[in-house]
């Protein structure tokens, strides 16, 4: 990708996530934030290298697909998968993540977060009404923020001591983004968040082996 691309890409990426440049303020707090992914980076490296993810984008709606195994039975991944109020602890690129209406399974979470291409740091908002379905399945679709559309299934799905992580979303930005572009910023925000998860989930397996 050329200089020229790069920064053609990053008014596109600002225009998808219909957000302004972050504040300095905010722009602290994300460096300030402790990189949890460190200590488990050992275990997680085969995991983490087999993080499969599918980018398909005809110019309106974008298409993500991703699958990878964790070394937990379905109930740990459910944990760390639920955990909204908890997400900015591990995942740097999300500020803020806030439970704000829960009635029995069915759960609104109100986010904020960031991504950062190069130079350009870009913030977006999102509230989600969440649909859990147990240990098996955890279905999401943005009732208000910065896209069109953005529906999200995650599925956990029982392998032994593992459990296979499948993830399908859908979105429709703000704008068209042409596809080409669109999949350099996808795929690496959609594979660190993937890795963000896999470091929580191994980092928690860890504490609890050495607390028994």
Same mark, same amino acid.
């Given at each position: 990708?050329?200089?020229? %691309?790069?920064?053609?890409?990053?008014?596109?990426?600002?225009?998808?996530?219909?957000?302004?440049?972050?504040?300095?303020?905010?722009k602290?707090?994300? &460096?300030e934030?402790?990189p949890?992914?460190?200590?488990? !980076? @050992?275990?997680m490296?085969?995991?983490?290298?087999?993080?499969?993810i #599918?980018? $398909?984008?005809?110019?309106? @709606?974008?298409v993500?697909?991703?699958n990878?195994?964790?070394?937990?039975?379905?109930?740990?991944?459910?944990?760390?998968?639920t955990?909204?109020?908890?997400?900015?602890?591990?995942?740097?690129?999300?500020?803020?993540?806030?439970?704000?209406?829960?009635?029995?399974?069915n759960?609104?979470? &109100? %986010?904020?977060?960031?991504?950062?291409?190069?130079f350009?740091?870009?913030s977006?908002? &999102?509230?989600?009404?969440? #649909?859990l379905?147990?240990?098996?399945?955890?279905?999401?679709?943005m009732?208000?923020?910065?896209? !069109?559309?953005m529906?999200?299934?995650? %599925?956990?799905l029982?392998?032994?001591?593992?459990?296979?992580? &499948?993830?399908?979303? *859908?979105?429709?930005?703000? *704008?068209?983004?042409?596809?080409g572009?669109?999949?350099?910023?996808?795929?690496?925000e959609? $594979?660190? %968040?993937? @890795?963000?998860?896999?470091?929580e989930?191994?980092? !928690?397996?860890q504490?609890?082996?050495?607390s028994q």
């Amino acid at each position: 990708m050329t200089k020229l %691309q790069i920064t053609f890409a990053a008014v596109l990426l600002n225009l998808f996530l219909g957000g302004p440049v972050l504040a300095e303020e905010e722009k602290k707090a994300r &460096s300030e934030k402790t990189p949890t992914l460190n200590p488990v !980076r @050992q275990v997680m490296d085969p995991h983490d290298k087999n993080i499969a993810i #599918n980018i $398909q984008n005809d110019g309106e @709606q974008i298409v993500v697909d991703a699958n990878f195994i964790v070394p937990v039975v379905p109930q740990q991944a459910w944990a760390v998968l639920t955990d909204f109020d908890n997400i900015p602890k591990f995942n740097s690129s999300v500020l803020f993540s806030k439970v704000t209406d829960r009635t029995g399974n069915n759960v609104h979470v &109100s %986010q904020k977060g960031v991504t950062k291409y190069g130079f350009f740091t870009f913030s977006f908002e &999102s509230v989600r009404e969440i #649909n859990l379905l147990p240990f098996r399945k955890i279905e999401e679709r943005m009732i208000s923020g910065s896209m !069109r559309k953005m529906e999200e299934t995650t %599925q956990l799905l029982p392998e032994g001591n593992e459990t296979r992580i &499948s993830y399908h979303a *859908v979105f429709v930005p703000g *704008v068209g983004v042409p596809p080409g572009i669109a999949k350099v910023f996808i795929k690496r925000e959609a $594979q660190d %968040q993937f @890795q963000a998860i896999v470091g929580e989930i191994i980092r !928690r397996k860890q504490m609890n082996v050495a607390s028994q």
